[in-house]
């Protein structure tokens, strides 16, 4: 769930859903991120401000954590440091898909007509790299 500066009637009542659920069969996982940037108190709603207020104070009582991030890059990497200690701890398993595992098996290097780390899509069919014809079902 993302915040930034209030939280809504439908959205609370998700959240005690989603927390409810939770809280009898250890799933869902509930991320709770709020955006921490200024905001221009001439144009910021007292209302909205105080659910935001409101509802991090009910996810302290709950003891459910939540993150604060700056920008979507610092969300992207948040979010992928909570994933790696699930994974870590044996709590989840983050899988390969079998694209992810073919293209982390290919190098490319020295070569005057593929870049590195570019992607190629085949269609499926052959993959030739390299001055010589070189060819890899």
Do not use: C
Request: hydrophobic share 35%; net charge positive.
């Amino acid at each position: 769930m993302l915040f930034f500066t209030k939280v809504g009637q439908y959205t609370k009542e998700k959240f005690e859903t989603a927390f409810g659920q939770f809280k009898t069969a250890n799933k869902p996982f509930i991320f709770t991120y709020f955006k921490d940037t200024e905001i221009s108190i001439g144009h910021a709603n007292k209302k909205d401000l105080m659910s935001l207020w409101s509802f991090q104070e009910k996810l302290d009582a709950l003891g459910h954590f939540y993150t604060v991030y700056k920008n979507t890059d610092e969300l992207k990497f948040k979010f992928n440091q909570q994933l790696d200690k699930l994974a870590s701890s044996g709590f989840i398993e983050l899988k390969i898909d079998q694209f992810e595992r073919e293209r982390a098996r290919i190098q490319i290097s020295r070569s005057k007509n593929v870049v590195e780390g570019s992607p190629i899509n085949t269609g499926g069919g052959n993959l030739i790299i390299g001055d010589r014809a070189t060819t890899r079902e």
